[in-house]
């Protein structure tokens, strides 16, 4: 067996540890968030169409209150995937620094 092969062989399951260890806090993270954002939005609509029900809310008031619910929820997606760009390159580099440990070990 070559060592890039041996290497290979070494570093396989910490390196499937690492993505999945940051792939489901990633995944718990932004279930849980969204959970929130969505359950939060439901509740803020259904108040508002209430109050436009019963005419203590005019269409203008409604429509504004929408687009800024809508603002709000485009900033959280836009937070999301920043997230998500970061937790990458974490796992990225985390995979690198484990090839390289492993490669300079056998080297030296």
């Given at each position: 067996?070559?060592?890039?092969?041996?290497?290979?062989?070494d570093?396989?399951?910490?390196?499937?540890?690492?993505?999945?260890?940051?792939?489901?806090?990633?995944?718990?993270?932004?279930?849980?968030?969204?959970?929130?954002?969505v359950?939060?939005?439901?509740?803020?609509?259904?108040?508002?169409?209430?109050?436009?029900?019963?005419?203590?809310?005019?269409?203008?008031?409604?429509?504004?209150?929408?687009?800024?619910?809508r603002?709000?929820?485009?900033?959280?997606?836009?937070?999301?995937?920043?997230?998500?760009?970061?937790?990458?390159?974490?796992?990225?580099i985390?995979?690198?620094?484990?090839t390289?440990?492993?490669?300079?070990d056998?080297?030296?």
């Amino acid at each position: 067996m070559s060592a890039l092969e041996e290497l290979l062989k070494d570093t396989g399951d910490e390196a499937k540890n690492i993505v999945k260890r940051n792939l489901l806090e990633l995944i718990q993270g932004a279930k849980s968030e969204s959970e929130a954002v969505v359950k939060e939005t439901g509740q803020k609509i259904e108040r508002w169409l209430v109050l436009k029900v019963k005419d203590e809310l005019d269409s203008d008031e409604l429509e504004a209150l929408l687009n800024a619910r809508r603002r709000t929820v485009r900033q959280f997606l836009n937070t999301q995937e920043i997230a998500v760009r970061s937790r990458l390159e974490k796992v990225t580099i985390g995979l690198i620094d484990l090839t390289l440990n492993k490669a300079l070990d056998s080297i030296l």
